[in-house]
């Protein structure tokens, strides 16, 4: 599938930052007008304004069952392992043969992918992303 292209004829840039333990009071532009966050992110800020939010996005309160949630699209039970992504077995991920992740489908969609940051959800990366 052709990814979206902007009225200049670019596709958008899609950067996708997940962190641990943050919550949208943590973050000043998830309340609009109000600034609820204790530490200034003016970068983040800016990022924010510029570009789209997930405003009613869903994930475990567990960070590798998020990871997969977010890498996969499906809930962490769909995935290989019946109880999760936490097993860290040397040739063992949620992944099941032959699922794509959100790299994956980006990099069909002709994008450049990366990542950086810890992988945590099992002991093997899936071969090209």
């Known amino acids: 599938t052709p990814a979206p292209v902007g009225t200049d004829g670019k596709k958008p840039n899609i950067i996708i930052i997940m962190a641990d333990d943050v919550g949208t009071g943590d973050l000043p532009f998830y309340w609009k007008g109000e600034d609820t966050s204790v530490v200034d992110m003016p970068n983040l800020q800016k990022l924010a304004q510029q570009g789209v939010l997930f405003e009613d996005a869903h994930s475990t309160?567990?960070?590798?069952?998020?990871?997969?949630?977010?890498?996969?699209?499906?809930?962490?039970?769909?995935?290989?392992?019946p109880y999760g992504s936490w097993s860290l077995k040397k040739d063992g991920n949620q992944f099941k043969n032959g699922q794509k992740s959100i790299a994956q489908e980006l990099r069909d969609a002709g994008y450049h992918t990366g990542v950086f940051g810890k992988w945590h959800v099992g002991g093997k990366v899936p071969p090209h992303g």
């Open 61 to 81: 309160p567990l960070c590798a069952p998020s990871r997969y949630m977010l890498l996969s699209g499906n809930y962490p039970h769909r995935g290989k392992e």
